[in-house]
């Protein structure tokens, strides 16, 4: 009973009209789910509604009831109903139609019904009829209001969907209703569903006796007045439908029955001849549907009035302008429009439905003109805009026509071809293999450009019409073939006349070198075994396109476009796996250029022949295993030639020889060291600076061009990882290095290369690298330097330097650590870790950054049941910093490095190196979130002060190393310890750091004693604070602040400090804008603008002035109270900007400026 | 105003190329940007919806820069012989300048020689230091020059 209650209460709620559309809706939800979940029954729910629905009251019976009743329908789509009940309420809503007070409910009951689809409670056949022929008889759709327009055009949808039958009945009653309802309608979501009646309409009566066909003239008649479509309306319809869905929904109206044909027709070309954009675009894509639609036998009767038309157009959306650019090898070199694309969408569907249509075509007097236009003008550039034109439509025209059809290209080559051929003057062949009379044939070829343009034209649509191998066998060839017969006939002559176009070609005109390339890309891009081109001519092309890469020794358009061709023959052959043609590629293209890079004189530069391999090598795995072998052996020959070059004698090379010999054969050490001496003193210490350079840039094509590329094709790793391999092997059978000049840069792109491939690496791959590596190192001298006991003493003796190969090695070794992930072992950790410290205390920040890395990768000892590495970090930790506890030769207990750091033994270089390395060591520990990082930052910042705890005071450039050690710990690294190179990186770390040390440093600079010392601690407190993320400074902004404040001006002094100024003050206008710090900004207001009133004078650095300024004016978000009273001051450093050296500060002066100015309510004041 | 518009059909062109902001001129730049002339070109004009440098009023040839005499010439062309904005345009410029340039520079305005019907009074008005101040004290003039030289593209 409780629910009847509440039901009367929400009942009232529902049509009490002066309620809010909130609360109706919330009554209607109550009584849809009490009648869903069953406690009220729809029998219950209209004995209960029998006042509403039957009172007077318009408005409330429509309103109240009737909606009511319906919208709850709509709500319980998915509810089985009783058959009964639904039977009873449409017969309801069908009768209330009729009255025009309640039509909304009644149409959307009605809908809610009709929709209903499922098992239980459908409308019947019968009753779907009655709906109809209610709705057509008592319903006058455009005198409605739209929602309910719209809600007549879903019903009228609805019913011709989902029950045909019952409408088929209707017949003309349907139709009628369909073009009383539609005529006049202007809103597009009505529209869109009316122009889909039609299109059911016209798939319900097929018939030629059909209503649809006896009334297809009005019908036609309605529809017709909206093409082509045009928003009135633009601005406030945007949520509603698009114009091109519309009009798309017109087209298919108007293409949808075949009886519309004599009327459309003519309206559509009429309307293709306005000049109306818009409206073209839609006549061509409407009749393009209409071709679909209407069947070859009825459009026949237009094609004499539609060829024309369509011509018209497309001469009339061609552009003159042909490019002659790398970037249209590939696309037809021209602009296409929105109009030229469908014209040609169009041609290419009628040539494809009717071959007949072709017949106008080839019949045409323009397209035959053609061929006069064409001999007339040798060169495109002097012909005449309108034959410019001629050539580009008709070659467009023929070869979409060619592209339509196996037969329409039989009849396009059948009669154009030859002509063509003669055209040009290209000969031919007469049987095969008569190549060498042609060549001395007295016709000679006349390089007509347009001529070319067309003849490529047509070879490249026939080229997608060669089936592939399984439809070749099934299909007769005589018969449709006949096109490839003739391109055959003509084929080696073509490829002639093509390579004479490249080779005639001058820099000055890319015309030539285009055409010809292009011609030849053509001719190369026929596939499967039926193609028209041999494959010795096929070997030609690309003979002829290798030789241009190869003979160029420049960078001309000739060379691009040659290299552009091969690259997408290469990967056109790689995909429709064309295991004959790759043979001939990999024979002429591959093996050639990789030959080239492997020998070092050549007339192209090295980096040219770098960039055509690795471009021409990645279109297919096997060609990349090549070229990297290639490389492999490139790299080699290149680097023997420049470790060892030795001098014109003869006697110098024997002895070179008993040398290698008695290497080899591990015996006689004392000779070895002898002739060792001796080669020293030989050799040209120059070196081969050629081949040293060859292979920097053979490195960098690695890193570069390769590396990048390493997900795109397969076995890439595989052979990057041999190639790393075998550059160990090189470096260990090489003897003496001579390098000088070139000498750093090729052993940085060594280690950049190296680095990344053991990055790239998988684990396995890495082990193998790292074994051949480790015993690379231990075959050398560097062991020795394990063993030197980390004492000063022993240290400082060390003064002679590392040999150029131990320096290579050691680099090198160092690289393939950073990269290797934390899975890899390494072996012999512990004399590693010895070796890294001794060599980064020698200066080698590499051996530091390797360090650092193995640091940060070790596994820890308690959970270090890994048995890969046979040291834990704990264990390496021990050896870093308490190496001096078994020596016991020096200071106590504190660590060694600690020591030397705070410059209490050594010298002062050792003491820098140490910094940077603990630095190096720190930034391993802090990204892993070890604690002992802790203790290190203390150690660098104990180097801050300006004395050390035993009184003594610290130099200089120590304290500057120490303050650059933040900048180190805190920055994303490039070179080592970033994701690339797997470092364990711990979330949060920077945070970390900064919570740390901040404090810390603060507390130093109140108390700091030097102002060398204050400097040295605010760079870096502004390393610290420039590197964290900008959230956590805004938590702090309070209390940092002042400190920044104060850092601006102590770095401002120094021209040093430059960049590191602008960091911080890139962290002062950080906080300037946000919310959370503006409070304190607000309070700091004077600090802060006097501060960066100071800064807009800097004289080091543009961007500080100019970031300066820029803050000033953000300045002026602050309450205007506060800032008021610094307006003057302000304004006068902003107007000394104004005459600033750099316009950019100038720029921002005058926007600055005018904003301070306009706080005040009058003009400036001075 | 019901007259309507003096010249009712300005001939517009093109706006010439600015210069974008590349990467490379960020950093490790010192040599000196020459004062340059781009302030007043995209000054609105006061009837049409166009920059001056849109319909020719001025070009870059029409402005002279003496750096070290601290001289600045300014020579425009309005798009008709009467016009009766001449005056305006050059108030329009003056005031411009005056807030972009430093201190230390003397504007010289004028119309280029031919162009205007009243040649001799509109340069002498504009060069009347008095007469630009109280132009410039009256409200609705100081808010039609306002309204032209706000300008987005500086």
């Keep these: ?1166 | 105003m019901t007259l309507g518009l003096l010249n009712a059909n300005p001939v517009v062109q093109a706006k010439k190329e600015r210069l974008a902001r590349t990467q490379d001129q960020h950093r490790d730049y010192d040599g000196l940007d020459t004062l340059d002339t781009k302030y007043v070109r995209d000054i609105r004009d006061p009837e049409h919806p166009y920059s001056l440098e849109q319909l020719s009023v001025l070009s870059e040839d029409s402005i002279t820069l003496d750096d070290k005499l601290n001289r600045i010439l300014i020579t425009f062309t309005p798009t008709i012989q009467h016009c009766r904005m001449a005056t305006i345009i050059g108030l329009c410029l003056r005031a411009k300048l005056k807030e972009c340039l430093p201190l230390h520079y003397k504007v010289d305005i004028r119309v280029s020689p031919g162009s205007h019907a009243d040649e001799d009074s509109v340069n002498k008005q504009l060069n009347d230091k008095e007469r630009v101040v109280a132009a410039l004290e009256n409200p609705n003039l100081r808010q039609l020059v306002d309204e032209c030289i706000c300008s987005n593209e500086i």
């Design chain 1, 1 to 1166: 009973m409780a629910a009847l209650n509440n039901l009367t209460e929400h009942l009232e709620a529902f049509v009490d009209v002066t309620r809010s559309p909130t609360h109706h809706a919330e009554s209607l939800k109550a009584i849809a789910t009490s009648l869903e979940k069953g406690v009220l029954s729809i029998n219950q729910l209209v004995v209960e509604m029998d006042m509403y629905l039957t009172t007077t009251d318009d408005v409330v019976r429509a309103r109240g009831s009737i909606l009511l009743l319906a919208e709850m329908l709509d709500y319980l789509k998915s509810k089985p109903l009783d058959n009964a009940v639904v039977h009873s309420l449409i017969g309801f809503f069908t009768a209330k139609l009729a009255e025009w007070r309640s039509v909304r409910g009644a149409l959307s009951g009605c809908l809610a019904l009709i929709k209903r689809k499922g098992v239980a409670g459908v409308v019947t056949a019968v009753d779907a009829e009655a709906v109809a022929k209610s709705m057509a008889q008592s319903i006058q759709v455009q005198s409605l209001a739209l929602y309910d327009r719209k809600l007549c055009f879903e019903l009228l949808e609805c019913l011709l969907e989902q029950y045909p039958e019952a409408m088929i009945n209707l017949g003309d009653l349907m139709v009628y209703a369909t073009c009383e309802a539609i005529d006049g309608e202007k809103d597009p979501p009505c529209l869109m569903i009316a122009f889909h009646v039609v299109e059911l309409l016209a798939r319900l009566f097929p018939s030629p006796s059909g209503p649809v066909a006896s009334e297809a003239s009005d019908l036609f008649e309605f529809i017709s007045c909206y093409f082509p479509l045009h928003y009135t309306h633009t601005k406030g319809d945007e949520a509603s439908i698009p114009r091109e869905d519309l009009s798309r929904g017109l087209s298919l109206a108007i293409s949808s029955t075949p009886f519309f044909e004599p009327y459309a027709i003519p309206l559509l070309l009429e309307k293709l001849s306005a000049s109306l954009p818009v409206a073209k675009v839609d006549s061509l894509k409407c009749l393009k549907d209409c071709a679909v639609n209407y069947g070859v036998s009825r459009m026949k009767k237009h094609y004499k009035d539609l060829w024309p038309a369509l011509k018209d157009a497309l001469y009339a959306s061609t552009k003159t302008d042909l490019s002659f650019g790398l970037e249209s090898l590939t696309s037809p070199g021209f602009e296409m429009g929105e109009i030229h694309r469908e014209a040609v969408n169009l041609l290419q569907r009628l040539v494809k439905q009717d071959i007949s249509f072709l017949g106008l075509v080839v019949e045409d007097i323009r397209v035959n003109m053609v061929f006069d236009t064409i001999s007339r003008y040798l060169r495109y550039e002097e012909m005449l805009d309108t034959s410019k034109l001629e050539v580009l439509v008709v070659s467009q025209i023929l070869s979409v026509s060619a592209r339509s059809s196996v037969e329409s290209c039989n009849i396009i080559f059948e009669t154009f071809f030859s002509r063509l051929m003669n055209t040009l003057g290209i000969v031919e062949k007469t049987s095969p293999g008569d190549l060498v009379h042609n060549e001395n044939s007295t016709v000679s070829t006349r390089l007509y450009h347009g001529g070319l343009h067309l003849c490529i034209e047509l070879l490249t649509a026939s080229k997608d019409l060669i089936p592939s191998s399984e439809e070749c066998t099934s299909t007769p060839e005589s018969a449709q073939q006949s096109w490839c017969s003739i391109v055959n006939r003509f084929s080696a002559s073509l490829i002639e006349a093509f390579t004479s176009a490249v080779q005639s070609s001058n820099d000055d005109c890319s015309a030539d070198a285009y055409l010809g390339v292009k011609g030849l890309l053509a001719m190369g891009m026929f596939r499967g075994g039926s193609s028209p081109v041999s494959r010795s001519e096929f070997e030609k092309i690309l003979t002829t396109l290798t030789s241009i890469i190869a003979a160029n020794s420049a960078k001309t358009v000739k060379w691009e476009l040659a290299l552009k061709a091969l690259v997408c023959m290469g990967s056109f052959i790689d995909r429709y796996s064309e295991s004959e043609k790759a043979m001939s590629y990999m024979a002429i293209v591959v093996e050639n250029l990789v030959s080239l890079v492997r020998s070092s004189h050549c007339s192209l530069p090295h980096p040219m022949i770098l960039e055509a391999t690795s471009e021409v090598c990645s279109t297919m795995p096997t060609y990349v295993e090549k070229m990297v072998e290639g490389f492999e052996e490139a790299f080699c020959s290149s680097f023997s030639d420049f470790c060892v070059s030795l001098g014109p004698m003869t006697l110098d090379r024997k002895v070179f020889t008993i040398v290698s010999v008695s290497i080899s054969n591990k015996q006689g050490i004392e000779s070895f060291l002898i002739s060792n001496y001796y080669l020293e003193n030989t050799c040209q210490v120059n070196g081969n600076f050629k081949s040293i350079e060859n292979c920097s840039q053979l490195l960098e094509c690695v890193t570069n061009k390769l590396l990048p590329r390493l997900t795109e094709i397969d076995g890439l790793e595989k052979s990057l990882v041999n190639f790393a391999i075998s550059m160990w092997n090189q470096i260990e059978s090489s003897i003496v290095f001579s390098y000088d000049f070139n000498g750093r840069e090729f052993v940085e792109a060594a280690m950049k290369t190296m680095g990344e491939i053991v990055g790239v690496a998988s684990v396995d791959s890495q082990n193998s690298i790292i074994q051949k590596a480790y015993n690379v190192i231990s075959s050398s001298t560097l062991p020795a330097m394990e063993s030197i006991p980390l004492t000063v003493a022993a240290l400082e003796g060390l003064q002679r330097n590392l040999s150029t190969r131990d320096e290579l090695i050691l680099s090198l070794f160092a690289s393939v650590i950073i990269g290797a992930s934390p899975k890899a072992s390494i072996p012999d950790v512990k004399s590693l870790v010895d070796l890294f410290l001794v060599s980064f205390l020698k200066g080698y920040i590499r051996a530091a950054q390797a360090l650092g890395s193995m640091i940060n990768k070790l596994v820890t000892g308690s959970g270090g049941t890994n048995i890969s590495t046979d040291c834990s970090l704990e264990e390496a930790c021990d050896i870093i910093f308490h190496e001096s506890d078994s020596s016991k030769t020096i200071c106590g207990s504190e660590t060694f490095l600690g020591k030397i750091c705070l410059g209490f033994c050594g010298s002062l270089d050792l003491q820098t190196r140490a910094i940077t390395g603990l630095a190096w060591i720190g930034k391993g520990l802090l990204m892993r979130g070890d604690k002992r990082v802790n203790e290190i930052a203390l150690v660098l910042m104990e180097c801050l002060k300006s004395t050390n705890s035993s009184g003594n005071a610290l130099h200089p450039s120590a304290m500057k190393h120490a303050a650059d050690a933040f900048l180190t710990l805190m920055s994303d690294s490039e070179v080592c310890l970033n994701r690339k190179f797997h470092a364990v990186i711990r979330p949060l770390y920077k945070q970390r750091f900064f919570s740390i040390t901040v404090p810390i440093l603060e507390s130093l600079i109140v108390n700091s004693q030097t102002p060398l010392s204050r400097t040295m601690l605010h760079v870096a407190l502004a390393h610290v604070v420039s590197n964290v993320p900008v959230t956590v400074i805004l938590d702090n902004t309070k209390k940092l602040l002042s400190v920044i404040l104060e850092g601006l001006s102590v770095l401002s002094v120094d021209s040093v400090h430059k960049e590191t100024l602008f960091s911080l003050l890139l962290v002062l206008s950080g906080t300037l804008t946000d919310i959370k710090g503006q409070q304190s900004v607000s309070d700091n207001a004077h600090r802060i603008i006097e501060c960066l009133v100071k800064l807009t004078s800097y004289p080091h650095l543009m961007v500080v002035r100019e970031t300066a300024i820029q803050c000033l004016a953000t300045l002026l978000e602050l309450p205007h109270g506060r800032i008021y009273p610094f307006r003057r001051e302000v304004l006068q450093a902003v107007t000394k900007a104004l005459d600033d050296p750099k316009r950019r500060v100038r720029e921002e002066a005058i926007k600055c400026r005018q904003a301070w100015t306009s706080i005040s309510s009058r003009s400036t004041p001075f």
